[in-house]
């Protein structure tokens, strides 16, 4: 059987998607002490430093700002597919 390295693959979406979801769990969990967590500028921050440690390491990636749940895990299927078959 062939040793197979860990598929590890990274998911990322636009700053501002992440932003609107981070408000409406905040706003669901009446929660008022986390400025970081929701702000446009540190969530930037946060994409731009997976996308650079995805990068490093190789690793494929998708943006799932627009995909569901479904199309991200098809996606990595046939990723993990692709990777297999090598």
């Avoid at 008022?32 to 494929?60: A, G, H, M």
């Avoid at 799932?64 to 297999?84: M, P």
Wanted: with cysteine.
């Amino acid at each position: 059987s062939k040793d197979l390295k860990p598929c590890v693959i990274g998911l990322y979406a636009s700053p501002e998607r992440l932003s609107d979801i981070r408000r409406n769990r905040v706003a669901i969990m009446n929660e008022q002490n986390l400025p970081d967590y929701t702000n446009l500028q540190s969530i930037q921050e946060e994409v731009d430093k997976s996308r650079r440690l995805f990068k490093q390491f190789n690793w494929p990636t998708i943006d799932v700002t627009r995909k569901s749940v479904e199309e991200t895990a098809a996606s990595i299927i046939k990723i993990h597919d692709i990777r297999k078959n090598k």
